[in-house]
């Protein structure tokens, strides 16, 4: 009739074409299938795909706090490093350079964990705090693995840094540079430590 045309004539781009579906269909299983063998037997592929899965989902959940049992570094006598995670506010550690010209505390913990993030209060207390030096740059060590560098700011208000170590059962803390206090030496100071996983 006139102002129709054929049928032959219609477009046919909205139509369900079976061979264009089903050639989507095994592309997709092929693909699918292929990064299931790379999973399965590509060496190291199964760690990295874990990894990033085990950081994804510890950026989701509730933290709660993991407290290390036990804190050892080399200290100014009276100030040891089991200051650091004794719970009190008006103690801290006073640490000293090791032989590699770094301040470093060993935390243990019971259990293996993982961290995902560290709190400072930095700096001794009350009055001493000016005197003594406090943490700029620091990175954490468990085993052979190397945290990114992290920065701290001088002030006396707690300071809670995102990090993302996993399966750790003891923690290196690796103070690298410091504020400067007002008085003689190079020791620094920090009140308390706390450490936070899912």
Do not use: H
């Not at 074409?17 to 299983?29: A, E, I, T």
């Not at 899965?53 to 570094?73: C, D, I, M």
């Not at 059962?169 to 410091?178: A, D, E, F, G, K």
């Amino acid at each position: 009739m006139a102002g129709q045309r054929p049928e032959s004539m219609l477009s046919s781009r909205g139509r369900w074409r079976p061979c264009s579906s089903m050639m989507v269909f095994c592309l997709l299983g092929i693909i699918g299938l292929g990064g299931i063998a790379c999973y399965l037997y590509v060496p190291g592929a199964s760690d990295a795909v874990d990894e990033v899965l085990r950081s994804v989902q510890n950026r989701f959940v509730q933290r709660e706090e993991t407290r290390p049992v036990s804190a050892e570094g080399l200290s100014r006598p009276g100030y040891p490093a089991g200051n650091l995670i004794d719970g009190g506010s008006d103690t801290y550690w006073v640490g000293r350079r090791n032989a590699n010209d770094r301040w470093t505390v060993e935390f243990d913990f019971q259990r293996e964990t993982d961290l995902l993030q560290i709190n400072f209060d930095s700096g001794a207390y009350d009055e001493q705090y000016e005197k003594l030096g406090r943490p700029f740059k620091f990175r954490l060590r468990a085993g052979e693995a190397l945290s990114p560098i992290y920065e701290l700011s001088d002030t006396s208000d707690q300071q809670a840094v995102d990090i993302d170590m996993g399966d750790v059962t003891s923690v290196t803390l690796v103070v690298l540079s410091r504020f400067r206090g007002t008085g003689p030496g190079d020791d620094i100071a920090i009140r308390e430590v706390k450490f936070f996983g899912p």
